[in-house]
């Protein structure tokens, strides 16, 4: 079965910083592989998503993330974090073969200080 | 456009009382609907899904159920809610596609259910 680790339930970046955060995932087949953000009493919104074509995927607002398979990871970065990026980060999951399952992470909530 | 609407937004519910939320979806046909509740530190969980009217499958037995009475609309529904029940729950749905896993997910703007 797939799954999703997130590494670092909160990180804390400078305004100007880089933004690294980390996903890696468990899967037997080929995934596909997603980052959502949440705005606090929010919804989810879909930054990226990888689906088996460019390994380096690019997103909304400035993010992106590198499907490295070697390595099982989709680790999410932003050049210079901006005030406005400070939310809650979800890794996700799914397979054709799951069908309509897709699994999140426990998500990595992202502070942005001045 | 395709659009998603959650209700209520803000829930306090006793224990032992009912409770429904509903979800509907605008602008397209026949969708992927779910319903995930979300607790804190622990992400998303799956509760249902439905790939049309009168489907439902369920990933986690609780206290609660859903139903797809119409092709847009989606309802969470618990005869006797537990403390436990407690959370934001969040509906989305997904177009279908010929490959399911890359689905994208449209979710509702959530519903926060305290249980006292």
């Known amino acids: 079965a797939q799954s999703v680790t997130q590494l670092g339930s909160h990180v804390s970046v400078s305004e100007g910083a880089l933004v690294l955060l980390r996903c890696n995932y468990s899967?037997?087949?080929?995934?596909?592989l997603f980052w959502y953000v949440q705005y606090p009493n929010q919804g989810l919104q879909l930054l990226l998503k990888?689906?088996?074509?460019?390994?380096l995927v690019k997103g909304i607002n400035g993010f992106e993330a590198e499907f490295k398979k070697s390595e099982t990871s989709f680790h999410l970065t932003k050049p210079s974090a901006h005030m406005s990026d400070a939310a809650e980060y979800f890794c996700a999951v799914s397979l054709n073969t799951g069908g309509f399952k897709t699994i999140f992470g426990a998500g990595t909530r992202l502070f942005v200080k001045a | 456009s395709q659009t998603i609407h959650q209700w209520p937004a803000t829930l306090v519910q006793p224990v032992g009382s009912p409770l429904s939320l509903e979800c509907t979806v605008e602008g397209t046909s026949n969708p992927n609907l779910y319903w995930y509740r979300q607790a804190a530190g622990r992400g998303l969980q799956l509760l249902f899904y439905?790939?049309?009217?009168?489907?439902i499958s369920s990933e986690v037995p609780q206290n609660l159920s859903a139903s797809r009475p119409q092709d847009r609309q989606f309802i969470l529904s618990s005869k006797k809610l537990l403390l436990s029940d407690s959370g934001f729950y969040l509906c989305?749905?997904?177009?279908?596609?010929?490959?399911?896993?890359?689905?994208?997910?449209?979710f509702g703007a959530g519903s926060r259910l305290t249980v006292l």
């Open positions: 439905s790939v049309g009217i009168g489907q």
């Open positions: 899967s037997s087949v080929p995934p596909y």
């Open positions: 990888y689906t088996s074509a460019a390994t």
């Open positions: 989305a749905w997904s177009p279908i596609l010929r490959t399911p896993g890359a689905n994208v997910l449209t």
